[in-house]
C-alpha cells in the first residue's frame, strides 16, 4: 500500500454547516493516542487551543487496498499529521497554552481533485467526525477555561464550521478563531451572530482569516480565497491596505490586504517560491498558481499569531451570541 504524502500542505472548500457532534457510550476520543496535547500539565491559568490540522495525506488506500476518500491514519499518516500538530504546538502557541489537537480521517487532496462530484457526503462524515472531538473536548478537556479555535487550511474549512455552531455558552469562552488559509464567505457573516471577522489586534469573539499570494492577485486559489469577504493583515493587524513587513528565510518581504479580493499580497523576489511550487507537482498539477502562497500562510506569520494570541487572551471574552445552526449537508 502505498501513500503519497506532505506535511503543512492543505485544501479547503468553504462549507455550510452541521450539527454539533453525537454522543457515544465508547469515545475514540477516549484514547490518548487520538491526540497531540501540550508537554506540561494542564495550567487551569492558561488558556486552551483547540487545533485541527490542514491536509497532509494525498491518498490512501483502505485495508484492501481500494480508494479512500478519507485517510486511514496509519503509522505513515499519523507521522506526517503530528509533524504539522507539533510544529504549531511548539512554534505557534509554545508553552503559553493549553493544547489539544485531534487525530482525524481527513479528507485526501486526491479525492477532492478527482471526484469533487462525490465530495460533499465526504466533506460531512469529516465534519461530523471533528465535531465530535471537538464536543469530547468541551465535555472531559476544557473544565471550563476560555479557548482558542485554530486550523490551516482543510483544518481552517473544519474551525469555522465549529465556530458557525457554537453554543452562547461555549462562545462566550471562545477567544478568538485562527481559519488560516481559508475563506470566509458573506453567508457566513449574515447567517452566524458568532462568525465575525476580526478588525484589529485584540477583539475577541472574532475570526481571523487570510490567505497569501505572490505580488499579484493571480495567485488566488479560489478554492480556498475565492469570494472571502474577511481578511486582516496578520503582522500589523489592519484590514486596510496598509503595509508591514517580516522576515522569512533572511529576506524581507512587504504584505498588505488587497481590499478588492481580501487576499494578502505579499512582494517578495519569486525565485525561491516558483522553484518550490515546481518541484512540489502536487500544487502544479492542480492547477495552481505558482504565484499561490497557501503553502507558507502559517510558515510565514508564526511568530505574529503567537504574539497575537497571548494579546487577544488577555482580552475580556465576548458577551453571548446566539448562533443559527444549519442542517448537516447544507450546501453552499
Not at 480508494?67 to 508553552?95: G, H, I, P, W
Not at 473544519?158 to 458573506?186: C, F, W
Not at 510558515?299 to 443559527?324: E, M, Q, V
Request: with cysteine; net charge negative; aromatic share 12%.
Amino acid at each position: 500500500m502505498r501513500k503519497n504524502i506532505i506535511a503543512v500542505i492543505g485544501l479547503v472548500v468553504c462549507l455550510a454547516g452541521c450539527e454539533v457532534g453525537t454522543s457515544m457510550a465508547e469515545s475514540q476520543w477516549d484514547d490518548a493516542d487520538n491526540w497531540i496535547v501540550a508537554e506540561d500539565s494542564i495550567d487551569e491559568e492558561k488558556v486552551d487551543v483547540f487545533y485541527i490540522a490542514s491536509t497532509n495525506v494525498v491518498s490512501a488506500k483502505d485495508e484492501n487496498g481500494e480508494f479512500s476518500f478519507r485517510a486511514t491514519l496509519n503509522e505513515t499518516e499519523r507521522k506526517y499529521l503530528a509533524q504539522e500538530m507539533v510544529y504549531v504546538r511548539d512554534s505557534m502557541f509554545q508553552k503559553d497554552f493549553n493544547y489539544f489537537a485531534p487525530f482525524y480521517h481527513q479528507f485526501t487532496f486526491e479525492a477532492h481533485s478527482k471526484y469533487p462530484e462525490k465530495m460533499d457526503s465526504v466533506r460531512n462524515e469529516v465534519r461530523r467526525e471533528v465535531h465530535e472531538a471537538f464536543d469530547y473536548y468541551m465535555a472531559n478537556k476544557n473544565n471550563g477555561r476560555r479557548f482558542i479555535l485554530a486550523g490551516f487550511s482543510q483544518g481552517a474549512e473544519m474551525i469555522t464550521d465549529i465556530l458557525r455552531h457554537l453554543t452562547p455558552e461555549q462562545y462566550s469562552h471562545l477567544v478568538a478563531a485562527y481559519a488560516l488559509g481559508n475563506k470566509i464567505t458573506a453567508e457566513d457573516t449574515t447567517n452566524y451572530k458568532t462568525v465575525k471577522p476580526a478588525q484589529g489586534e485584540a477583539d475577541t469573539g472574532v475570526v481571523i482569516a487570510y490567505n497569501s499570494v505572490l505580488n499579484s492577485t493571480a495567485g488566488i486559489w479560489d478554492a480556498v480565497a475565492g469570494g472571502t469577504v474577511a481578511c486582516i493583515n496578520p503582522v500589523n493587524w489592519k484590514t486596510d491596505s496598509t503595509p508591514a513587513y517580516f522576515t522569512f528565510r533572511g529576506e524581507k518581504h512587504k504584505v498588505h490586504v488587497d481590499k478588492e479580493t481580501k487576499v494578502l499580497i505579499v512582494e517578495a523576489a519569486p525565485t525561491y517560491y516558483h522553484e518550490w511550487v515546481e518541484t512540489n507537482p502536487l500544487f502544479s498539477n492542480a492547477g495552481l498558481s505558482k504565484d499561490c502562497l497557501h503553502h507558507w500562510d502559517i510558515l510565514f506569520y508564526t511568530p505574529n499569531i503567537h504574539d497575537n494570541a497571548i494579546k487577544r487572551s488577555r482580552t475580556t471574552s465576548p458577551s453571548p451570541a446566539s448562533p443559527t445552526p444549519s442542517p448537516l449537508g447544507a450546501g453552499e
